[in-house]
């Protein structure tokens, strides 16, 4: 409710467990209708192969996927 007053409708995350991807933001964001980035190489996971597994397949279906250098110069 308070991201909706200020008239916030993206969700950008980072620092995340890709392996834990269904976690509380991205699952409640989705649900709540937010736009989502996700900063693939801002966040990591037990293996090379379950990271880039969400990356490929589960993301995709709930945001966008975008770097760190992205994400900066879309800022500016």
Known sequence: MQLRRRGIDTIV??????????????KRGYQL???QIFVEDAMTASTNEEHDYVCKYIFPRIGRIRSTEEVTLSLR
């Open 13 to 26: 995350l980072c620092g995340i467990s890709t392996s834990h991807w269904r976690g509380y933001y991205s």
């Open 33 to 35: 209708g937010y736009h």
